[in-house]
């Protein structure tokens, strides 16, 4: 009963995240080929942190699956993941507004970072409450997807102040390389319960 | 379960995008008919929108209920399909702004047939998942509307660089033939529980 | 099954339309207590907004609690509905940016009522599908505050262009006429209960 | 039943009143650290937003959980609630915006006391409505946190126009004292449970 609770509040904030971003493709003056074109950086933010956004609901789910009860460190690291991709409308805005800036793509990178290391937190609080034999943990096994996208952020913090491309390219592939959805969790589910 | 919270979060997306969509109607600076008159080409544009979102929820609602699990395929194509009606309010606010511009009324089409291969796939992959036999396969039959619609959004958007009506009319024509609901699921569903 | 959806959906929106009329409190340039001053008429309406969005969602309740199955006409009567209650941040902010400008408040009128009428038809869209000795239709009774209040939006709208206040006091007035909520449907559905 | 769209309602105001709060957070026209540097006061508003919200969200949770049914009390006190909580995104802005000036502060001090009195008020229609031997009120107990959270606003509202950090201290202080999260009720229910 609580768990439902936990799953409609974050859904209800990740459904306002997703969708807010949409509200920074400001409508151009212009009604001609230009002036879309004009929109194509922020645009390709958008379909980034749209799938950032898609991805963190698709995992959160599987991860939120797994748990019987909420403790109130779930609540709490459950809060403060939403906080951190609260602020990814903000920094995709900025982004796309100054394409290829530093400062901006370095903030979008901590805006990621944080996030990934308040979901490990949150995965965290779910395996010690279920405690020795969790079914979360055996499913994560290595997780190295888990600690490789953290180690990527924080190499493509620095690098964007040199080259601002390959920052760029590192947010997608990682991006990329998550949109393959987490079966582990559901494999090991499915396993549990044969 | 897992269905649970799909709907959930589509839901939460859709009733975002319906209602964020009433924003573009900014209030007017006069107080007096003709500033409300002014706003009439982006009211009909929100009206139009508003169908659609409607129609597609409708639609979604007695798609879904038709899956009894949620594979990966079908949490991902639905996220794609919320991308693209993501994409409404902005094409909405463009055409609005500028009233009959074959450029936005262009873009317009453009998010309209994404929309509609997108819920095309997402029909695909519940389809797939419920294999031969499949109940929503046998619900759908030809599919005739599913399959006029795209044709339809193929024909306006070059029509709407010569005929900016014509094009008009056809996004509404289409929105007219879905308002009567998709009673085909409902029907065979109900077959099937007799 | 299908009604939890329907409720879902419909307490998103209203959700979304009562939160984002606060939006239109823009935050004031100044930092004294004549800046917050100049905001009192917007404030006014939206308090008043807020109670009228809070009422339909407290019937609403009572009356889809009141439904078995979904139709197709209640499906649609409930998204009428659900338009008509989203031009109320429009309404309330174009008012509250020309205090007591009688257009505005003309429009505020017709959205009221539009959305008083949109309820009645989703209330007759239940009725019908219920079908005689429809629980509803018992609970509703004579239904006075239903009648009387597209009444008192009727007389409001014409007087409004005479004595502004006067018009505002009748929406006023209405809105508190609802806010002693809608037992009768509670009521009768625990007789039938018992 | 009630109860649940109780919860979704709540729950969806709640989602769009912590999630818009980030719009303020606008998107500076430079992209270099100062640019950044000069949304520290709105940021750290939207922090201590950010938490209220949470906190509110986090005992809500709770204390409807000790509910079995809604009266028209609890609807209306909840309706309450959400009104003086949807109040919080403008406060935080004015705040931001002016940072540290006395009459904002004093405003979001004045929303921060009338949500912790609306609390009250629907704990207190939640106790009525369970009757004596309330579950709520054995979980309550003396309720310190409850009645010195009040009672540190109205201390603080003052103070601000003459100490402000005093003032925005103290906010920041009652909303630590509320992180630890409300384990009486958890703790109560679970010795019920027994």
Do not use: C
Not at 163 to 170: I, K
């Amino acid at each position: 009963m609580q768990k439902n609770r936990l799953e409609a509040f974050s859904d209800g904030v990740l459904a306002i995240i997703i969708t807010i971003m949409v509200l920074e493709l400001k409508v151009p003056r212009g009604a001609d080929w230009s002036a879309l074109a004009a929109l194509a950086p922020i645009f390709s933010g958008y379909v980034l942190s749209f799938l950032y956004i898609g991805i963190y609901w698709n995992n959160h789910h599987h991860l939120i699956q797994s748990t019987r009860q909420v403790s109130a460190a779930i609540l709490w690291t459950n809060l403060h993941l939403l906080f951190w991709l609260s602020l990814l409308p903000f920094a995709t805005a900025w982004v796309g507004q100054n394409y290829l800036a530093p400062v901006p793509l370095a903030i979008y990178g901590v805006v990621l970072l944080m996030a990934a290391l308040a979901y490990f937190m949150l995965q965290q609080a779910i395996v010690i409450q279920q405690g020795p034999g969790s079914v979360l943990a055996a499913a994560l096994g290595a997780d190295w997807k888990g600690k490789l996208s953290p180690l990527a952020y924080v190499a493509a913090i620095p690098i964007g102040f040199v080259l601002p491309w390959l920052a760029a390219g590192l947010y997608f592939g990682v991006a990329l390389l998550w949109v393959v959805p987490d079966r582990r969790i559901e494999r090991t589910l499915r396993q549990v319960g044969e």
